[in-house]
């Protein structure tokens, strides 16, 4: 029986946590009873169970490098009249005077069930479980695909604030801003288009900017690279990136307040205030509400961003968890731009010339997005373990815009246009998608798991059902009569009378989901999860301007894994899933593309050290399709992009990562990733996107400092004209605690202030962000 099922009843604190050598050491200073348990308990791979009562308003006694569990505790609890014992993998605390902790004896209790839900307690660069995979909660090494989990300790000391930086610290992972403030991220040489919260699909624009994404309200971010089928509706071969929501866990009132200054005229404050809401902490909530303003390298553009997020956790019982919450996010952007740079001028030279700063738009342009969610997930435990989970979301995307494109005279020539001499030469086309472009997106998932035993050996059985609901609005207007422009002067067009708007989207998404895996033991060592989703889609009404009538049925995506456990370190893996992707690319004749399909197969070999505190993969992967879309050109009698079918796509590649805590001073994020990409003529594809990247992120800490810093390296990319070479960058950071209360964080990005293309492709460029700061002071109350 789980100690999760054995111990519940309200007044008890029972965390699980992490396990301890006998040999390690352990420092205590300037912590309440509470919170030292806590962190030895973090520290350990066994829970702790004492009365609240007992250690409530208690001062804990400092203690330096105590070796051992036993001792440490011994010491801890001088003078408290408390003494512990270590039983059945469990810590136990008591009064002395109390021969025996029955459970009849243990009064009120409650769980606080922390370590396998949040991240921002830890302190660690690593994770013990995850679901991202399968729903599953498994650790990393019994986990059959590549997995990276980038923690809060992670994103806080990189400075990891908005999505698209994830890119600087997540192995195998980049993005581009193919026309100025557009991100498409990349995996194994394919776009990523599976983006969940809390493991729900959620609708990612791909216009707008990749800002509107801010992580200042999620614990962590979940990555599983290769094909998810399984869970995400479509078999989609690059990755799957789920944002896990910060949640409202504690008991007692625990907040902060910080401010920011920075780079390029940055100033952002943020606070976040949680607490019980009831006297027994069964309800508790959460608030968390940030404002920033911020300019950017690029001359004129600048940026307002308000943040607002709030969530109630309440136990119905003693086996039922309620949460609701909604969030706001809103980004302003005023003089944006959706346009790339040229790579050579009129006369054939390079334009590495041109400043990084050089801006190419107009004065009433700007980007006005706005996201709007709410949503309620309920989770109950019924006999023997069993888990029913159901989540329900609604999101409301909202992005206003008037923008220009800025090319040659004939479309398409951007490259030739410009006269290096006199600025002269470019043309702006000006567009609007206004007053009313919106997504509405419902999603609800429910899940059932049941753990059960055969044959001595433990499995497990999974089932649920998906459905997504995705309308799309957009009403639009385009001037041809685009005047010229000079880049020298900041010559630039006029808004002009817009006139009509007529309707540029106006469609529905449809995607339904039934899907079911087991974790069968074999042995104790040999395991295998086996599953399949049933997936059905349609779309309907207007995309782009053209009428739209898509829908498949009961797609079958079938899933294998794989896992034997060579010892407590070691384990090999496999897995095995089909990819069926639906994409609404259309050809030069404006014929739409048919879904891409393939087979994604990965091997590979994990290990865990130090009680999984430091995890390791190292996976080799190959991915087979068809009917991939490339850039072909434009659409017949419009400016729009054509695509064209390519058969007998392979990607196949290798990944290596290192995560976790090498002791108790150092931490470490290291990543390798490499693919090659080909058509079944052996020629190279999505060439813009590096195939090689190498990042190395490591922090020192002792006391009330840490510093550390890291290194991103990638290898060349290139597209027609265009090409960056190999660059490396690099990062330092560092954090000192003045108080107990009271922080402050340095972070220089881009050290060496290396310039260098972070956008290539033949028809332009985008220049990557120079050396910049950021500091923060924080106050914790």
Request: glycine letters at 6%; zero cysteines; charged letters at 25%.
């Amino acid at each position: 029986m789980s100690i999760k099922k054995s111990f519940i009843a309200p007044g008890l604190a029972l965390l699980l946590l992490t396990n301890l050598h006998a040999t390690d050491t352990f420092t205590i200073k300037n912590k309440t009873l509470k919170e030292a348990i806590e962190i030895i308990s973090k520290k350990a791979d066994i829970p702790y169970i004492v009365n609240s009562k007992l250690i409530e308003d208690k001062k804990a006694k400092n203690i330096e490098n105590v070796k051992g569990l036993k001792e440490t505790l011994k010491k801890l609890l001088e003078g408290t009249n408390l003494s512990s014992t270590i039983e059945n993998d469990t810590i136990f605390i008591k009064e002395k005077n109390t021969t025996k902790l029955e459970k009849s004896s243990l009064g009120e209790v409650n769980i606080v069930e922390n370590i396998y839900n949040t991240t921002e307690t830890s302190n660690s660069y690593t994770i013990t479980n995850m679901n991202s995979a399968t729903k599953m909660n498994l650790s990393i090494k019994d986990t059959p695909q590549s997995i990276s989990v980038l923690t809060n300790e992670q994103l806080n000391d990189i400075g990891v604030e908005y999505l698209e930086d994830i890119t600087d610290i997540a192995t195998g992972i980049s993005y581009d801003k193919n026309n100025g403030s557009t991100p498409t991220f990349y995996s194994r040489g394919f776009e990523i288009k599976n983006f969940q919260v809390n493991g729900i699909n959620r609708y990612m624009p791909n216009r707008g900017t990749a800002k509107a994404q801010d992580l200042s309200i999620y614990d962590r971010v979940e990555i599983v690279r290769g094909a998810t089928g399984l869970l995400s509706g479509t078999g989609e071969p690059s990755a799957t990136i789920n944002l896990v929501r910060k949640k409202a866990y504690s008991k007692e009132f625990n907040s902060s307040i910080s401010l920011e200054t920075g780079s390029w005229d940055k100033y952002k404050t943020q606070i976040d205030l949680m607490s019980k809401l009831n006297d027994k902490g069964t309800i508790r909530g959460r608030l968390i509400a940030s404002y920033e303003e911020e300019n950017s390298f690029i001359d004129e553009i600048e940026e307002e961003k308000k943040v607002l997020f709030g969530t109630i956790e309440a136990d119905l019982s003693d086996k039922t968890l309620l949460t609701l919450g909604s969030s706001y996010v809103n980004t302003r952007v005023d003089n944006s731009i959706r346009s790339l740079l040229p790579v050579t001028f009129s006369d054939g030279s390079k334009t590495t010339s041109l400043d990084r700063s050089t801006w190419l738009g107009s004065d009433w342009t700007y980007k006005d997005s706005t996201e709007k969610s709410q949503f309620i997930e309920l989770e109950h435990y019924l006999k023997n373990d069993i888990k029913v989970h159901a989540t329900y979301t609604h999101t409301n995307f909202s992005l206003p815009e008037k923008n220009t494109l800025v090319n040659g005279a004939i479309w398409g020539t951007l490259n030739q246009a410009l006269n290096k001499n006199t600025g002269a030469g470019l043309v702006n086309f000006v567009q609007a998608y206004y007053p009313k472009r919106e997504t509405k997106t419902d999603s609800f998932d429910i899940y059932t798991s049941v753990p059960f035993e055969l044959f001595n050996l433990e499995h497990e059985f999974l089932m649920g059902y998906s459905i997504s609901k995705t309308k799309n609005y957009t009403e639009y207007a385009w001037n041809y009569d685009s005047p010229d422009i000079n880049t020298y002067n900041n010559s630039r067009a006029e808004e002009p009378n817009w006139g009509d708007f007529d309707t540029f989207d106006d469609s529905k998404v449809t995607q339904t989901g039934l899907y079911a895996a087991s974790k069968l033991s074999l042995s104790d060592d040999l395991k295998v999860i086996l599953g399949a989703r049933l997936a059905n889609y349609k779309e309907e009404g207007i995309l782009r301007r053209n009428e739209i009538d898509l829908e498949y049925k009961n797609e079958i995506i079938p899933y294998a894994g794989i896992i034997y456990n060579i010892n407590d370190i070691y384990s090999l893996y496999g897995s095995y899933t089909e990819i069926f992707q639906v994409q609404n690319l259309r050809n030069q004749e404006a014929k739409l593309l048919e879904p891409v399909e393939g087979v994604n197969y990965e091997i590979g070999a994990k290990a865990s050290f130090l009680n999984n505190k430091l995890n390791t993969t190292l996976s080799l992967f190959r991915i087979e399709q068809d009917n991939i879309g490339q850039v072909d050109g434009v659409i017949q009698g419009t400016g729009e992009r054509a695509y064209k079918a390519v058969e007998g796509s392979t990607s196949k590649g290798v990944e290596f990562e290192v995560a976790g805590d090498l002791t108790d001073s150092i931490q470490l994020l290291l990543g390798y990733s490499y693919f090659k990409l080909e058509d079944a003529q052996n020629n190279k594809m999505n060439t813009s996107n590096p195939n090689k990247q190498f990042k190395l992120n490591a922090k020192y800490y002792k006391d009330k400092f840490s510093i550390g810093g890291g290194v991103n390296w990638k290898s060349a990319a290139f597209e027609g004209d265009a090409r960056q070479e190999a660059y490396l960058l690099a990062n330092l950071f560092g954090e000192y605690n003045f108080t107990k209360s009271l922080s402050g964080q340095l972070n220089i990005n881009n050290l060496f202030d290396k310039k260098y293309y972070s956008s290539v492709h033949s028809f332009g460029v985008n220049y990557g962000e120079p050396r910049s700061f950021n500091f923060k002071l924080k106050y914790t109350f």
